[in-house]
């Protein structure tokens, strides 16, 4: 019923920037929490980022300073602008939310599929 598409992911020198764009659609009433997460290969998925529905907003340490997460509840989209990347940014980032939907008394976690975001020279 709900569907996280990331995109802006792809292959950046180190010291450059990304910007990655997360678009949730379906029957959503409401978008609470979202964040970004990451996984490097072979390595398990850790959290990059979150940020509240009121904006509200935490960073792993390893990305403090150099990303900003936001979103735009008005077009359910979530964004993350990652500057200074380094060659252990690389990772596949996926879109995680809390959605409340329509016509449903519950909350549902979702996950999109990933973009893959490589930094190397």
């Known amino acids: 019923q709900v569907q996280l598409a990331e995109s802006g992911g792809g292959l950046v020198q180190p010291g450059g920037s990304l910007r990655l764009s997360c678009a949730a659609s379906g029957t959503i009433f409401r978008i609470n929490d979202m964040a970004w997460y990451r996984q490097p290969p072979g390595k398990e998925r850790e959290l990059v980022a979150k940020?509240?529905?009121?904006?509200?907003?935490n960073y792993a340490d390893s990305v403090k300073g150099r990303f900003t997460i936001s979103r735009d509840n008005a077009l359910n989209m979530m964004y993350v602008q990652m500057n200074n990347l380094k060659p252990a940014d690389s990772a596949v980032y996926y879109c995680?939310?809390?959605?409340?939907?329509?016509?449903?008394?519950?909350?549902?976690?979702?996950w999109g599929q990933g973009t893959r975001v490589i930094v190397s020279s």
């Open positions: 940020i509240t529905s009121g904006g509200d907003t």
């Open positions: 995680n939310a809390d959605v409340a939907i329509r016509n449903s008394p519950f909350t549902f976690n979702y």
